[in-house]
């Protein structure tokens, strides 16, 4: 009888759970006994003291204690030994940037926030000087009489130029580097095709100047390698690869003084300088200095007569197949293409009008019609807001280009764009004229993400003769309204789709084929080299 009653008991403990979830009564019985089955807690060993739990703080609590704590940190210190600066991450940076100003002018700031403070203004201001990207930067530069709006704040500011003649650029730049740079930082060269002409012509200069230093000079200074010397050394032997020295310390010297304390360069200076550079690695090693000298020149002379001058003349030749008798063209400021297509025009006898832009600060569109008015062409002048009233009559507008990207958008002087986009309202065609060196690899959509900054004072002042001073001068400020902002950006976007074709040397091209044209140059100068 036992063995026969063991698994009975058996089916009734298997069966106790099918019952608890049928049964409610059962379920509350089961679940009185649960606390049985369950392990007791480890109680925890006698001595052992367990703190109370902290209660939770919220984001501006936790900064405060913060600061205190680092407050009371450096008190004990005392200043003695190194006080270590806490590294704020990108969004830390960015919240401290946006809660700055309401900070300072709602409520008094601690001596403790404020030692903090200082420090993160240290490490915002080492940020400045290098890109200016952050809104510290801008506020920095704001306070220096740099005003610009913060959805420009990312661009470099525009800054004054230093003192040219001061010894670290005397000692080791040629003195006509000087001289050009401060024609840059004054506006006095402007052109892309004037700004590129001057430097190679500079470098010209430099070249025929230009002495290697020997192996005594080298190893105590190589600074005045690009200062004139009477001296004429013909020898390679002594002189050895001096091609790493005249691009190291002449070229790249040069160009970064003009970029970095005058103006940001622009495409075409950027492409001829990468030609020259190009040009100075591919001499023969054993060439003597005379001969790369003569080889350098003639190459510099050639490209400016190629690709400037005579580009110009051709651009005018395929740009004539589209001008008539009885033409009314428009075009906006200033462009050396242009201005050799209509005097071009003018000697074919061909009977047309020409409607000149013009728009502050620059005003540029006066040259042209100085230009125009030497060789008698009809010409009207008007101002970029008048813009409407003469678009009704206008059949073609010619335009000229800074840089032309690779995906087929036009890179000119600010208000480009507009022209462009008030004529294709109209259904005038739009004709742009460029040369071939000022194509550039980038793709962009928009004037947002890179454009140049100028004097925000050139927007404020009457006269623009008097508005090379610089942002820090005293009479400028004082006659800037308070809580005023000036963004005096240089260039603009024009989309492909504004655009009905591109003038260039090589031809008439859709905007579409920038791509495929900057593709065969490159194919040709990797053969050239």
């Known amino acids: 009888m036992t063995e026969e009653t063991t698994p009975t008991t058996t089916t009734t403990t298997t069966t106790t759970p099918t019952a608890s979830k049928a049964d409610p009564a059962t379920a509350e019985v089961a679940a009185g006994d649960a606390p049985k089955v369950k392990k007791e807690k480890k109680k925890p060993p006698p001595g052992l003291v367990i703190p109370p739990k902290r209660p939770k703080l919220t984001k501006a609590e936790r900064r405060a204690l913060q600061e205190t704590q680092r407050a009371a940190k450096a008190a004990a210190q005392g200043g003695k030994g190194k006080q270590l600066q806490p590294t704020l991450k990108k969004h830390a940076l960015a919240t401290a940037a946006a809660e700055t100003e309401p900070v300072n002018a709602n409520q008094s700031v601690s001596s403790s926030s404020s030692s903090t403070k200082d420090r993160n203004n240290k ?78 012509l500079v470098f010209l200069e430099i070249l025929k100047d230009y002495n290697p230093p020997t192996a005594e000079s080298a190893s105590t200074t190589n600074a005045t390698s ?70 350098l020149e003639d190459t510099i002379e050639r490209y400016l007569q190629e690709r400037l001058e005579y580009a110009d003349r051709a651009i005018a030749q395929h740009a004539l197949t589209k001008i008539h008798d009885g033409d009314i063209l428009l075009t906006f400021g200033h462009t050396e293409a242009i201005d050799v297509l209509l005097r071009t025009a003018q000697e074919e006898r061909i009977d047309f009008y020409v409607w000149v832009v013009d728009a502050r600060p620059l005003t540029d569109g006066k040259r042209l019609l100085r230009s ?15 813009l409407t009233y003469v678009m009704q009559q206008v059949t073609k507008v010619f335009l000229g280009a800074s840089a032309l990207l690779v995906n087929g958008s036009i890179y000119g002087r600010i208000g480009t764009a507009c022209v462009a986009l ?91 084929s920038v791509a495929v044209l900057l593709r065969e140059m490159n194919m040709a100068n990797d053969r050239a080299y």
């Open 226 to 295: 690009t200062t004139k010397n009477s001296n004429n050394n013909n020898n390679s032997a002594n002189d050895g690869d001096f091609r790493h020295h005249f691009d190291h310390q002449v070229l790249k010297p040069s160009f970064q003084f003009w970029t970095v304390n005058c103006r940001p360069h622009s495409v075409s200076m950027g492409n001829a300088f990468t030609f020259l550079k190009t040009a100075v690695a591919s001499l023969d090693r054993d060439v003597s200095l005379e001969d790369a000298k003569h080889e």
């Open 123 to 200: 490490n915002d201001g080492t940020k400045n000087d290098t890109g200016s990207n952050s809104q510290n930067g801008a506020s920095a530069n704001n306070s220096g009489g740099n005003d610009c709006l913060d959805l420009f704040s990312h661009l470099p500011q525009y800054k004054g130029m230093p003192d040219p003649y001061a010894p670290e650029y005397t000692e080791t730049l040629h003195p006509e580097v000087i001289e050009l740079g401060s024609k840059y930082a004054s506006g006095e060269i402007h052109g892309d095709n004037e700004r590129c002409r001057s430097m190679m």
């Open 372 to 386: 125009l008015r030497e060789v008698g062409i009809p010409c009207g002048y008007i101002q970029l807001n008048a």
């Open 422 to 512: 008030l004529a294709k309202s109209h259904h005038v065609p739009v004709l742009v004229c460029c040369e071939t060196y000022k194509i550039s690899n980038k793709v962009q959509l928009e004037s947002i993400t890179q454009n140049e900054l100028g004097n925000p004072y050139d927007l404020l002042l009457v006269d623009n003769h008097k508005a090379n001073r610089s942002p820090n001068d005293e009479t400028s400020k004082s006659s800037k309204p308070k809580n005023l902002k000036a963004a005096n950006l240089l260039y603009d976007v024009t989309p492909d789709k504004f655009v009905s074709g591109i003038i260039t040397e090589l031809g008439i091209i859709p905007p579409t």
